[in-house]
Each structure stands twice: as structure tokens, then as C-alpha cells.
């Protein structure tokens, strides 16, 4: 068992022998994302990829533009989600505008991307971007909460972990070819 990087952009934690916390530590410019902090997640990531029993990875600070590749996203109840593209003249880079009306429609697509709206964790659980909506009192308490929830999942077996995300993301390429072809479905027999 290796010990987590040390870093100054993000700061990285284990949780538990399967577990690991990132935390994003550029507090004093909102934790925009800079070169050395894509370097320095790069190399947090690396780690926990070669650390052979890490299976989970609790993310915490700003992450709109990329949450929508995680397996699970929480919420504490105070939370909102805005992008900053249109406010600061830059057009939203491909996650965001892809995943956003892929998931939520394009009317509600637009209010985050076009109109930058503030949109609440609640409206954000209901659209289907937020698995839970974790209550809590504080952020201390909810980050507790969510590392629970990371420490029981790590410790489940790797592989059928991996094989059921497998599955899951297979379903999903399977019904987005399914709209892609015009809604038709069914089973198909060759020979």
C-alpha cells in the first residue's frame, strides 16, 4: 500500500483500505481549474489507478463540468449547480453540452448552458444528474455520509463492481443506439 501524492491543487486522502478522498484546494479562485491542478489530478488519478485496492473515489468541490461521468454524484441539500460559460463569453465544452440535453432536455439543457441559471441539488435529483440529495446539517456531516457510503461500496469485490459498471454502461450504449434508430427496438435473429 502506497501512500497518497502529496499535492497542493488537490489534496488527496485515504478512507479506508479501498477508498480515497480528492478534495480540490484552490479555495481563493474558486477552485477553477488550472494547468497544475489538471497536472496534479492527473497524477491523483494515476495513483489510484495503480494502487491495486483502491475501488472508489470520492470527488469533492466545484465539478459540473465533469460530474456527469461519475457512477454516483450526492448532493448536500444547500448545493446548486450553475455553469459559468455564458456569464465570461466562452461556449461550453463538449461534456456539458453533450451529456446536459442527453439527460435533462434541451429546454432545461439551455437554462444551465445558455441562461446560466442556478439550478437547486433537489431539481437536479429530479432531473436524474444527482442520485441522492444526502441531508445533512453541515458540509462535515455531509461529507461523512457520502464517505460512508464510499467505504461500504469499496467493500464489495472489485470485479463484480467492475463487471456491474459494465453492464450499466452497456445498457446505456444499447438504448442510445436504440434512440438513434428512431425508438424501434427489438430482438433481432441472424442465420
Excluded at 55 to 60: A, F, H
Aim: proline share 6%.
Amino acid at each position: 500500500m502506497t501512500r497518497p501524492p502529496q499535492l497542493t491543487t488537490i489534496l488527496v486522502e485515504r478512507i479506508s483500505d479501498g477508498a480515497a478522498l480528492f478534495y480540490y484546494n484552490q479555495p481563493k479562485i474558486s477552485n477553477a481549474f488550472t494547468v497544475k491542478q489538471y497536472l496534479e489530478f492527473r497524477e491523483a488519478l494515476v495513483w489510484a489507478r495503480d494502487e491495486p485496492a483502491i475501488k472508489v473515489l470520492v470527488l469533492i468541490g466545484k465539478l459540473l463540468d465533469v460530474y456527469t461521468s461519475f457512477d454516483l454524484v450526492y448532493a448536500h441539500p444547500a448545493a446548486f449547480f450553475q455553469t459559468p460559460f455564458m456569464p465570461i463569453g466562452f461556449v461550453p465544452e463538449g461534456g456539458p453540452s453533450h451529456t446536459f440535453p442527453k439527460v435533462r432536455g434541451q429546454q432545461h439543457a439551455n437554462a444551465l448552458l445558455l441562461a446560466g441559471d442556478r439550478l437547486l441539488a433537489q431539481d437536479m435529483y429530479v432531473s436524474g444528474l444527482v442520485t441522492a440529495v444526502v441531508p445533512a446539517e453541515s458540509t462535515e456531516e455531509f461529507l461523512g455520509k457520502v464517505c460512508e457510503k464510499a467505504r461500504r461500496i469499496a467493500g464489495f469485490g472489485g470485479e463484480s463492481l467492475g463487471m456491474a459498471k459494465a453492464l450499466v454502461r452497456e445498457a446505456e450504449g444499447v438504448e442510445s443506439r436504440r434512440r438513434r434508430r428512431g425508438g424501434r427496438g427489438g430482438i433481432w435473429w441472424l442465420g
